[in-house]
Antibody, heavy 128, light 107 residues
């Protein structure tokens, strides 16, 4: 059974870089069947997709965060990571990682149906 | 970005009630819509994908329908463990936006 677990500092100072890692267990991150995603949820608010990565390193980011986000993958450790630079209090949130199954249409386009497995989430507070 | 709206934003219901939540997209998204259930302090849990396909292990009292711009999530007979917040998500195009959520509370 595949499980995802987020880890990283719970407190980050304003203007610094937030760094989190998601460790995948029970399955290989190098499977070509999935993308690996980050999502966040500010306290009491809704969900926001941050971006995702394929095992090959191919990434897609939310345009609203693209200038500050880097997602990377380490297949040897079965992990993927998030870096968010120049953080402010608005980046305070629970950060989740999730698995995103890949489907390929007859036209060769990659599509997705859902985020099917999620980590438990980790709270990150931006404060001096 | 494609915007999603959900109605109602809050719903008060009793055990055994039939509950329907609507999700509307700002443009057509075919059937690329998922529904999640989130309980306080927990990660979202996938209930429905491809608008109407029940995720493995999810009780059959949950069902989804719709395509294009209007979708519904129905709980046929509300159970105590169903009191939670429900989110829709579109996966038709980046940035895979989520709806604002519908909180289902005990009447």
């Amino acid at each position: 059974q595949v499980q995802l677990q987020e880890s990283g500092p719970g407190l980050v100072k304003p203007s610094q870089t937030l760094s989190l890692t998601c460790t995948v267990s029970g399955g290989s991150i190098s499977s070509g069947d999935y993308y690996w995603s980050w999502i966040r949820q500010p306290p009491g608010k809704g969900l926001e997709w941050i971006g995702y990565i394929y095992y090959s390193g191919s990434t897609y980011y939310n345009p609203s965060l693209k200038s500050r986000v880097t997602i990377s993958v380490d297949t040897s450790k079965n992990q993927f990571s998030l870096k968010l630079s120049s953080v402010t209090a608005a980046d305070t949130a629970v950060y989740y990682c999730a698995r995103v199954p890949v489907m390929i249409t007859f036209g060769g386009v990659i599509v997705h149906d859902a985020f099917d497995i999620w980590g438990q989430g980790t709270m990150v507070t931006v404060s001096s | 970005d494609i915007q999603l709206t959900q109605s109602p934003s809050f719903l008060s219901a009793s055990v055994g009630d039939r509950v329907t939540i609507t999700c509307r997209a700002s443009q057509g998204i075919s059937s690329y819509l998922a529904w999640y259930q989130q309980k306080p302090g927990k990660a979202p849990k996938l209930l429905i994908y491809a608008a109407s396909t029940l995720q493995s292990g999810v009780p059959s009292r949950f069902s989804g329908s719709g395509s294009g711009t209007e979708f519904t999530l129905t709980i046929s007979s509300l159970q105590p463990e169903d009191f939670a917040t429900y989110y829709c998500q579109q996966l038709n195009s980046y940035a895979f936006t989520f709806g604002p959520g519908t909180k289902v509370d005990i009447k």
